[in-house]
């Protein structure tokens, strides 16, 4: 069985700032890659950004220049840098691990707000 743990998540003004991880741990045969969802209140869970194991990034095109995902295949730790926060990234952000088959985070909540 696989965990994933995020952490990060919290209250921040519009144009702040935060960083969310997420660690990995159990039995990881291997990672293909590792991710960032979102799910706002009232809409669907949507892909923020990927990253594969040889660092190939995907993003979302509302969070491009603003959000950047890294990781650190040691420590199978994902990382998402969000910068120049909006209220409309408020969510709640889901973490993803993809081996033999996809694995979620928790979720861990964002809110964006004055």
């Known amino acids: 069985q696989v965990q994933l743990v995020e952490s990060g998540g919290g209250l921040v003004q519009p144009g702040g700032s935060l960083r969310l991880s997420c660690a990995a741990s159990?039995?990881?045969?291997?990672?293909?890659?590792m991710g960032w969802y979102r799910q706002a209140p009232g809409k669907q869970r949507e892909l923020v950004a990927a990253?594969?194991?040889?660092?190939?990034?995907t993003y979302a095109d509302s969070v491009k220049g603003r959000l950047t995902i890294s990781r650190d295949n040691a420590k199978n730790t994902v990382y998402l840098q969000m910068n120049s926060l909006k209220p409309e990234d408020t969510a709640v952000y889901y973490c993803?691990?993809?081996?033999?088959?996809?694995?979620w985070g928790q979720g861990t909540q964002v809110t964006v707000s004055s």
């Open positions: 990253i594969t194991s040889g660092g190939s990034t």
């Open positions: 159990g039995s990881i045969f291997s990672i293909n890659a």
């Open positions: 993803t691990l993809d081996s033999l088959r996809r694995y």
